[in-house]
DNA sequence: AGTGCGATTGACT
DNA sequence: GTCAATCGCACTA
């Protein structure tokens, strides 16, 4: 680690504290916008992983494509945690999708974290995903969360508790953010709740989405 | 207890 | 560009 990963050296997370939960916007679509260019941190047994956030959707309050639409169930109940918990679980059977919950508790709502700009334990990820190319390190939920070995385990976890996995502040101004609809979502299709970093050649999805 | 279906990915034409 | 893999969970009975 050092300058060639982006990042300031140091211990982590010494020197990347975690966000605390009064920094985190509680509305869940300003907490989408907040997240872009803010670092999610892993720490495994390898050492530090990770990088900056390019890329997330809001599943807001009252959305009929948000898993909390129908109410508390077992796979649902960390939307509802108080805000900044890790909600994972399993999409298409073979990726992990990690969010951000947000609103206050009881209330079901969050973030998807949806691609990271590699910056820190680019062997080790590059090792996780098994491909070289930083572009596709973290590109995609499901890749983001292989790169950064997050699965069901991580489900509730406190992310301003940061211990394995956690938010920091951006260590370089943020870009400009972009706004579309989101991917892959049938309700609710029409509303433009999807956020990137304009420019970014590290998010996501069809480059229309993302001019 | 059985069934249908994804907030996706990787392989392939 | 198309398409199938894969499995936990929500929903129906």
Known sequence: MGRA????????PGRHPPLT???????????????IGKLLL???????VGGHIVETEAYDVGDAAGHAYRGVTPR????????????????????????????TAGIGAGVLIRALEPCAGIAIMQRHRHVERLRDLARGPGRLAAALQIDALFDGLDLCRGRLLWLAGADRKAGDIGQSVRIGVRPDAERPLRFYLRGSRFVSGPRALSP
Do not use: K, W
Request: charged share 25%.
């Open 42 to 48: 892993r720490e495994t047994d390898e050492g530090i």
């Open 21 to 35: 939960r009064a920094e985190l916007p509680v509305d869940t679509v300003a907490l989408a916008r907040y997240l």
């Open 76 to 103: 649902n109940r960390s939307l509802f945690l108080e805000r900044g918990h890790a909600y994972v679980y399993l999409a298409y059977g073979s990726a992990y999708m990690l969010n951000v919950s947000s609103e």
């Open 5 to 12: 990963d982006g990042l300031t050296p140091g211990r982590y």
